[in-house]
């Protein structure tokens, strides 16, 4: 597997596109309180967000031969996926780093911006999803690409905007940090949900192999079934210690539970995407 | 001009690999990157019966470029438009003034025809060695086979000649982006 640079950006990608659309849904709750704690509470999950799109933009052109060249890749929006991904991903990151930055400068959030984000992050997972799926490497064309993606978008976004978001709350308000750890808890559940409907038409559909020194998928990670094992029991703790946060959090238990989650996450989506490339690799 | 396409006699093809070197050594190509590959297909096995053992094993070798396809899915691919057809004889090319060396291609061929150069970052390919064809010479890869397995022309020409067949064992369905190639299958290919 020689694609470090692309898990990078996808990673990064769908967890600060997961991120915007988490923000989004929790601002109406986040809009009770006055508008300078809002922007107190939310500023720092804004800039990680556009950190995080930066950081994916920064490990894509490290994938590319010629990056003085990049400005050509939105030159066949027509017929290429990938054209259309990187012009959508531009448009995401953009939004990204001006409803930050917007928000800094008029110290407060601008929920269009962050519906805008939303819609465009949904719409550029689909783009990439598209990109793979529309290859003709053996895995890849299979709905488990674009539910893998959606997944770790709802799998990485709440926990990320959780683990940002709690520890400026708890203080100003607790019940509603409790609803958010709840709320993110739920819509992990269903990331991972979105995750195993993928996984379970992956395995039941025949992979074709159109490449003609392509390897059939099941050759290709026949090696990596310890590893995908590892991801999956890695990904239960980490929801097991979001969840278990959603209900013990007047308990005291300490806010690090949530960064545990979301390093452990991380770790779990990331072999995950390890695996994925390692059929193309 | 019309669309030009490769005939391969994969009967006689030997797998000496006479066309890979010629063409890489007509290219200027580094190890690894190989514009025209040979893939040796084999399968059967030895079994034993009584006191000797016996085998049953089928190998024949298919030589492969670019084929310059009809429906090529490396250009319809690529973000930049700098993988093209050109239009006067449909050969697939790539403009290096576009190419970002994103290696997308790769993901998109069949026949495993884009060739990533680490040291220029750009994708590379058979380009049917135009340049000798407009001095009135062969491609490098037909000029230098032994065998005299390798053809060239104008594809109606080809397919007039030798008939239409394109699918053999180990290529690749030809439904999925119309290659400009004929084959004369080796009894086992078939």
Partial sequence: MHEWSLLIFTLCMQAAIGGTVMLLIFYKKLSKLDPEQQFHVMKLPLVVIAGLSLIGLAASFTHLGSPENALNTIRHLGSSWMSREILVTGMFIAVACGAAGLAFIQKKVNVWLLAAGAVIGLFDIYCMGAIYYNTLVSGWNSINTYTSFYGTAFVLGPILIVSLLVPFLKAKNEELAQAFVKNAFYIALGGIAIQLIGVAIFG?????????????????????????????????????????????????????????????????????RYVFYVMGA | MAQLGFYINNDYCTGCKACVVACKDKNDNEVGVNFRRVYEHSEGDYVER?????????????SISCNHCENPKCVEGCPTGAMYKREEDGVVLVDHDKCVGCKYCVWNCPYGAPQYNEVLGKMTKCDFCIDLISAGENPACVGSCPMRAIEYGPIEELRAKYGNVSDIKGLPNSSITKPNLVITAHRNAK
Wanted: zero cysteines; aromatic letters at 14%.
């Fill in chain 1, 204 to 272: 039941i559909t025949a992979p074709e192999v159109n490449q003609i020194a392509g390897v059939n998928v099941m050759d290709a990670l026949e090696g990596y079934q310890t590893t995908v094992a590892i991801r999956w029991m890695i990904e239960i703790i980490g929801i097991f210690f979001i969840g278990y946060l959603s209900i013990a959090m007047n308990k005291k238990i300490p806010i690090y539970f949530a960064y545990g989650a979301l390093a452990v996450l991380i770790f779990a989506e990331g072999m995950s």
């Fill in chain 2, 50 to 62: 009584d006191h000797a053992v016996i085998q049953n094993i089928q190998t024949f070798f298919t």
